[in-house]
């Protein structure tokens, strides 16, 4: 694992790509604030908790730290947006999670969208499960596209998801 630009540890090689994408974001004007990034087992299983407890009735705004989570749905996704336990991309360094600061965050989003395929960094998981600020390390060519914006740069083409009715656990993101 290595230290990125942005605070977080990665994959080494997806670090490295991390840096060169930051670089040039931050010439574009854009800064790639993270909120997510290597995540351990336990942080995982803790944030899945949190993740089916809210899934199943409980308060999005309940931040204590035992919310009484059932892995009821043990050994599948079930209801929730983040991944069971063990099988997330963040626990291999290979997934990272780019913070929403206001519109300032979300352009930088866009930015990635649109040109985090040039450096290896997908959003084709982020697209499937809608999360727009989630993207992914790969090397599978087929996963690595450009997201076109409109011509207001705020917007993909062809996404119709609603991007700001999306909510976050508090201080973690999904998956
Ligand atoms: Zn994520």
Known sequence: MTRTKAGYKLLTEAAIKFDEMYDDAKAAGHTLDLVGGYRTFARQNEIFDWDLYVATGGSLNDTSPVRGATRAKSGSNGNTAAAFPGTSNHGWGTAID??????????????????????????????????????????????????????????????????????????????
């Open 98 to 175: 780019v913070a929403r600061n206001g519109s300032a965050g979300d352009l930088a989003i866009y930015w990635v969208m649109k040109n985090g395929y040039n450096y290896g960094w997908s959003w084709y998981e982020g697209y499937a499960v809608n999360e727009q600020w989630h993207f992914t390390y790969t090397t599978d060519s087929s996963k690595l596209k450009e997201y076109p914006l409109d011509s207001s740069n705020r917007r993909i083409v062809n996404f119709s998801a609603s991007i700001s009715s999306l909510t976050t656990p508090p201080g973690s993101n999904t998956p």
